[in-house]
Nanobody, 124 residues
């Protein structure tokens, strides 16, 4: 059974930092690109960041570029999202996802396994 379990969310003041983790089991982590998405209340899910299998390629949404960093540790079957300079508009449920292929991708339909999400709330 494939499981993706996110952790590290919480409440933080604007300007603060959080690091999200997502640990994967039940599939070959090192063979899949990984992504982070988020969904704010009343809004559609949006792409945040993606990383290829060997970390050679990363993509970011324009809204988080320069503030967020995606990384992975294939030995730990874990992908991370370091979030700095957080803003109230970053408030959302953050989801990690495992892609079908090795290349980093931005489209949600390129991912076939998803975690349940972790809440990030940024207060002003």
């Amino acid at each position: 059974q494939v499981q993706l379990v996110e952790s590290g969310g919480g409440l933080v003041q604007a300007g603060g930092s959080l690091r999200l983790s997502c640990t994967v089991s039940g599939r070959t982590f090192s063979s899949s690109a990984m992504g982070w998405f988020r969904q704010a209340p009343g809004k559609e899910r949006e792409f945040v960041a993606a990383i290829s299998t060997m970390s050679f390629t990363t993509y970011y949404a324009d809204s988080v570029k320069g503030r967020f960093t995606v990384s992975r540790d294939n030995a730990l079957n874990t992908v991370f999202l370091r979030m700095n300079s957080l803003k109230p508009e970053d408030t959302a449920v953050y989801y990690c996802a495992a892609a079908r292929g090795r290349a980093a991708v931005k489209r949600g339909d390129e991912y076939d396994d998803w975690g349940r999400g972790t809440q990030v709330t940024v207060s002003s």
